[in-house]
C-alpha cells in the first residue's frame, strides 16, 4: 500500500452536530431526499423556482439573497427583488421568441446581474450556457456554434469579444445594462415554465485531452444533488453568509455559488474584480463571511502574504471547503493552525454535476486525502479491464452511476459521452486514485494529458490547436509542468517554421497570440522552442507524456 499521511484532524470549532453527520451517513436515501423539494409533490420542475421564487412563497422574501461587492460598488437584494428581476429578464427574453429548450449563452462578469441572468433563462426553460468573464474571441465563439446558442446576453464591454458574424446562429444580443429598463408588455404573463425532470438546466463547457471542450448537459433533475450536497458538505444554515469565489462560467461557480447555496435559503456573496488578498480578507470582515468555498491555489496565495490575516477580523468564519486541484496538507495545517478551522476538500467534475467525494463537517480529515463518498454514492478504484482493486492500490477513479446529479448527455457528441461509460455500471473520471481501509480516497494524478492549473481545467489540444495558428508556429506540444502555486502551470514545446529565429520578443508575441485569441488562464506561461519534437513512430503523433517526462526529471 502507498504510504499515507495518516495524521487526522477532528472539528473543534462550528455548530456541527455530530450525530447528524453519523446518521446521514448510516440513513441516506436518493429517494427520500429528493421529496425535500416542491415538484415531488406537484410533479412541476423548474430549478429557478426552487431555487429563488419557493423562498418568496414560504415567506422568505425579505431575507437577503445576495450581498454584491466590488471595488467601488456594494448592493444587496432580497429574495423578492431577486425573483421580480428574475421575472422581469424571462419576460424580456420570452418577448425576443426564447422558448423552451434554447439555448441562451450569458457572457457577464460577476456581478447580481449574472446569476439573475441564468436563472432567468432557467424559469423559461431555457437552457443557460454561462460563460467566463475572461474567455477571449475564439473561447466564446466556438462554444456559443457548438450548440447553436441563438440569444446571448452579455455587456458593453464584453460584446467587442463576441464575432456576431462568426456565429450564424446567434439571432439576438442583450445588453445587461438595458435589461432592467426595458418594458415588457404583458407584466402579468406567467414566466415559470414547468418541466420535466430531464429536461435541460445548464450547459458547461468543459476540455478534455484531445479536442475541442465538450458541452455538459446537466438536467433539472440535479438540484437534487445540489440540495442535499449544499445542505450536508457546504452545511448551509439560515443565518450563514456564504461565498464561493468561483465564476458561475465554471461548474462551481453555478452548482456552488448558485444553485446549491440558494436552493438552501443561504445569503450568498458575489464578489467582483480580481484576487487581491487583503481584500479577500476584508470582504470576509466586512460581511461577516460564516462560510467559504475556494480553491487550493487561492488558499497557497493566501498563505505567502503570511500573517496578513491577522489585520482582520475573521471570527465569523466557521467552515471553508476546497476544490480543483490536489489540496497540500501543508495548507490544511496552515488554516489549522492560523485560523483554527479545518480546510474540507472536496472532489468532483463538470461531468458529475454535483460532490462525489467529501469532508462532511464533523468528520475526521485525513490530510492529502480528497474525503470519503458522499453519502448514497459508491466509489470503485479499477484496474484497466474494469475489475475493482483491492483497498490501498492504485487505479481508475470510478463511481457507481447514476445519480441525481450526473450529466445528462455531452451535447452532440453520444460517443464522448459513452466513453464515461466504458466499464458497465461505471463512469470513469479519467483520475488516478487510491482509496485507504478507512474508504478515504487519495488522488494521485490523471490517466490522460488533461492539465489542471490554478483548479482550471486546460486541454492541451485546444492550446496546440491555437499554438500552430501563429505564423511562427509549425509544431507544438502542451504540457502541464508542476508548480508549487498553480498545481501545474501551462508549458508549449514549439518547432519553428523556417525562417523565423527564437528570440524572447517572438516567444512573448506567440504567447499574447494564444492570450488574446483563447483566454488568458489557457496561454502557456512557458515556451520553449525545439528542434523537433517528440512523436510516435507509426502516426507521428506528438508524444505529450514524453515531453512532461523531461519536465518532471529537470524539477527534480
Ligand atoms: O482531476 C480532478 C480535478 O479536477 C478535475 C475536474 O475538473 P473540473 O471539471 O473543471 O471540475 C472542477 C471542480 C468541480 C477532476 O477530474 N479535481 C477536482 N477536485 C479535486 C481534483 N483534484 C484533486 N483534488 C480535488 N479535490
Not at 481584500?279 to 466586512?286: C, G, K, P, R
Not at 508542476?482 to 527564437?502: H, M, S
Amino acid at each position: 500500500m502507498a504510504s499515507i499521511a495518516q495524521t487526522t484532524i477532528s472539528p473543534v470549532k462550528g455548530s456541527f452536530n455530530l450525530s447528524n453527520y453519523d446518521c446521514v451517513r448510516k440513513s441516506f436515501d436518493w429517494e427520500d431526499a429528493s421529496k425535500e423539494l416542491h415538484f415531488w409533490e406537484s410533479g412541476k420542475v423548474n430549478a429557478a423556482y426552487e431555487t429563488i421564487d419557493r423562498h418568496v412563497v414560504d415567506g422568505y422574501g425579505d431575507k437577503i439573497a445576495l450581498h454584491y461587492i466590488n471595488e467601488n460598488e456594494k448592493r444587496s437584494l432580497t429574495f423578492s427583488e431577486v425573483k421580480e428581476k428574475t421575472d422581469h429578464y424571462g419576460r424580456i427574453l420570452k418577448q425576443h421568441g426564447v422558448k423552451k429548450g434554447d439555448r441562451v449563452f450569458i457572457f457577464l462578469p460577476k456581478t447580481p446581474e449574472c446569476y439573475i441572468s441564468i436563472l432567468a433563462v432557467i424559469k423559461i426553460g431555457a437552457i443557460a450556457g454561462p460563460l467566463f468573464e475572461a474567455f477571449m474571441e475564439d473561447a466564446v465563439k466556438d462554444r456559443i456554434n457548438d450548440c447553436k446558442g441563438t440569444v446571448l446576453i452579455t455587456d458593453k464591454d464584453l460584446v467587442q469579444r463576441v464575432q456576431r458574424a462568426d456565429i450564424p446562429s446567434l439571432e439576438t444580443i442583450l445588453f445587461s445594462e438595458d435589461i432592467e429598463a426595458t418594458p415588457v408588455e404583458n407584466d402579468r404573463e406567467e414566466v415559470v415554465e414547468w418541466l420535466g425532470k430531464e429536461d435541460g438546466l445548464i450547459i458547461h463547457y468543459t476540455s478534455g485531452s484531445t479536442g475541442k471542450p465538450k458541452g455538459v448537459l446537466h438536467a433539472h433533475r440535479s438540484m437534487i444533488h445540489h440540495l442535499q450536497s449544499g445542505k450536508w458538505v457546504l452545511d448551509i444554515k439560515d443565518d450563514d453568509v456564504y461565498w464561493c469565489t468561483s465564476h458561475p462560467g465554471w461548474v462551481t461557480g453555478s452548482v456552488y455559488g448558485l444553485f446549491a447555496p440558494w436552493l438552501n435559503r443561504a445569503t450568498i456573496v458575489i464578489q467582483g474584480g480580481r484576487f487581491k488578498a487583503e481584500n479577500w480578507y476584508q470582504l470576509m470582515e466586512d460581511l461577516k463571511v460564516t462560510t467559504w468555498y475556494s480553491a487550493p491555489t487561492a488558499f497557497r496565495m493566501l498563505m505567502s502574504q503570511g500573517d496578513l490575516f491577522k489585520n482582520y477580523d475573521l471570527s465569523s468564519l466557521r467552515h471553508i471547503l476546497s476544490v480543483g486541484e490536489p489540496l497540500n496538507p501543508e495548507v490544511i495545517h496552515w488554516a489549522w493552525n492560523n485560523l483554527g478551522l479545518r480546510i474540507h476538500d472536496t472532489w468532483w467534475m463538470t461531468e458529475t454535476g454535483g460532490h462525489l467525494i467529501v469532508n462532511l463537517p464533523a468528520e475526521l480529515i485525513k490530510p492529502g486525502s480528497m474525503g470519503r463518498p458522499f453519502p448514497g454514492i459508491t466509489v470503485g478504484i479499477l484496474d484497466d479491464e474494469g475489475n475493482e482493486l483491492p483497498r490501498g492500490e492504485v487505479g481508475q477513479l470510478a463511481v457507481r452511476a447514476p445519480w441525481p446529479g450526473l450529466m445528462k448527455e455531452i451535447w452532440g457528441n453520444k460517443d464522448k459521452f459513452d466513453s464515461y461509460f466504458k466499464y458497465e455500471g461505471w463512469y470513469s473520471s479519467g483520475d488516478l486514485a487510491l482509496q485507504d481501509e478507512d474508504g478515504y480516497v487519495f488522488f494521485q494524478g490523471r490517466s490522460d494529458d488533461m492539465i489542471n492549473s490554478a483548479g482550471e481545467r486546460i486541454g492541451p489540444f485546444e492550446v496546440e490547436s491555437k499554438l500552430i495558428e501563429h505564423p511562427a508556429v509549425a509544431e507544438a506540444g502542451v504540457i502541464g509542468k508542476p508548480d508549487a502555486l498553480r498545481g501545474e502551470l501551462v508549458k508549449a514545446f514549439i518547432t519553428l517554421r523556417t525562417g523565423f529565429q527564437e528570440s524572447e520578443e517572438l516567444l512573448e508575441e506567440i504567447r499574447l497570440f494564444v492570450r488574446k485569441n483563447l483566454s488568458a488562464h489557457a496561454a502557456p506561461r512557458e515556451i520553449e522552442v525545439m528542434n523537433e519534437l517528440p512523436k510516435t513512430k507509426i502516426s507521428g503523433k506528438i508524444l505529450r507524456r514524453k515531453l512532461k517526462e523531461w519536465e518532471i526529471q529537470k524539477v527534480q
